[in-house]
């Protein structure tokens, strides 16, 4: 997983509170807008995400929690 410019890619997964993936995607490219994989609003509330950081010497991921508010 490379980016165009050879720096750096990333991967992401959006998981609601009870653990099922809302949504998932990848950098360059997109990223989460609140909505699940039918592109339905995802309802208020706190979501888990994964993000995986590779380049060519590196693997990174984080995880953490978003509050989303509309």
Same mark, same amino acid.
């Given at each position: 997983? /490379?980016?165009?410019?050879? %720096?750096?890619?990333? %991967?992401?997964? *959006?998981?609601?509170?009870? #653990?099922? &993936? ?6 360059? #490219? ?8 039918? /592109? ?10 994964? !993000? ?8 990174? &991921? &984080?995880?953490?929690?978003?509050? !989303? *508010? /509309?």
């Amino acid at each position: 997983m /490379r980016d165009t410019t050879g %720096r750096f890619a990333a %991967r992401w997964q *959006i998981f609601n509170r009870w #653990g099922q &993936e809302v949504s998932h995607g990848s950098f360059p #490219g997109s990223g989460w807008t609140g909505t699940d994989e039918r /592109r339905q609003p995802c309802p208020d509330g706190v979501y888990f995400y994964i !993000l995986a950081i590779e380049n060519s010497s590196i693997h990174q &991921e &984080e995880r953490g929690w978003v509050k !989303l *508010i /509309r």
